[in-house]
């Protein structure tokens, strides 16, 4: 065990914190905190985010961390970025609106055929009737026993000229759909809390707009199950589509742009650590 981790486990136990709560203040797994009180920092995600881990730790202590990284400067290792291959998501969301898509193009196809049929049964019923109405018009006069000619009315031939013209009926419009809300709830303890409503799904997109960035995206249901974690460069744009919320660590909050449901959210400014957790208000 190194100085530093001596020193980061006197802290925590002087204040009666064990792993396990370390563990859920910080969101750092138990074994990446054992290894950062053992000084075995190869088991951490890479050198690049060795200070990150350990700036949470003294944070999480009371300790003050920028103190803690300047005192043990020498022993903590160089950041540089390691690639790690990441899990692809899943696109499971592109088919749903490619279906989208299709349904929505079928919809008004069939919409516009439906408008272009009641117009011709419009017409034609009006053109039969003017015929109809010529051909009375032009019948001679019958004469009756009295030698009087008889009126021709349309009720003679069993047509009655003064018919109304069937109205189309016009189509619905269906209500719009609520629009989805995220908003900003509170940030306490390092953590932003985001609420989403109006909607059953969460839709999260991410792109690296800066060299590479750390991410562990974890899946808040029944149970908590991490998705995915790894090292993304820059450029790449990874997303996923949750039933329930979810929980996001950045290890360079400045390094990406995040979007949920359409709306962006703020991560950071800084090259700093950054948590947030993004809670699903289904109806």
């Not at 859920?24 to 881990?53: M, S």
């Not at 908003?183 to 409503?197: A, E, H, I, R």
């Amino acid at each position: 065990m190194t100085d530093l981790g001596q020193l980061l486990r006197k802290a925590r136990l002087d204040k009666k914190i064990s792993l396990e709560q370390l563990e859920e203040t910080t969101k750092i797994r138990k074994r990446y905190l054992e290894a950062i009180e053992d000084g075995d920092y190869k088991v951490l995600p890479g050198n690049f985010y060795v200070r990150a881990f350990i700036k949470s730790y003294a944070e999480a202590v009371g300790m003050d961390p920028n103190e803690v990284l300047r005192m043990y400067q020498n022993v903590i290792p160089t950041p540089e970025p390691e690639h790690i291959e990441p899990i692809r998501a899943k696109r499971t969301g592109r088919n749903t609106e490619k279906i989208g898509k299709y349904a929505s193009t079928i919809m008004m196809v069939s919409f516009v055929i439906l408008i272009l049929g009641i117009i011709y049964y419009y017409i034609n019923a009006n053109y039969n009737g003017k015929q109809q109405e010529a051909g009375a018009s032009n019948e001679p006069n019958r004469v009756t026993d009295k030698g009087e000619p008889a009126s021709v009315t349309g009720d003679t031939y069993g047509i009655s000229l003064n018919a109304s013209t069937p109205t189309p009926t016009p189509t619905p419009t269906p209500p719009p759909a609520p629009q989805v809300d995220v908003k900003l709830v509170k940030s306490q303890n390092g953590t932003d809390f985001y609420s989403v409503s109006n909607t059953d799904k969460l839709k999260i997109e991410m792109k690296v707009t800066g060299d590479a960035c750390w991410v562990q995206i974890d899946s808040l249901g029944e149970t908590r199950k991490t998705l995915e974690q790894g090292t993304y460069t820059s450029g790449e744009a990874p997303n996923w589509e949750l039933d329930n919320s979810a929980f996001m660590i950045f290890g360079r909050s400045n390094a990406v742009e995040l979007t949920v449901n359409g709306t962006s959210i703020t991560v950071g400014d800084t090259p700093n650590a950054k948590r947030i957790q993004i809670d699903l208000a289904k109806a």
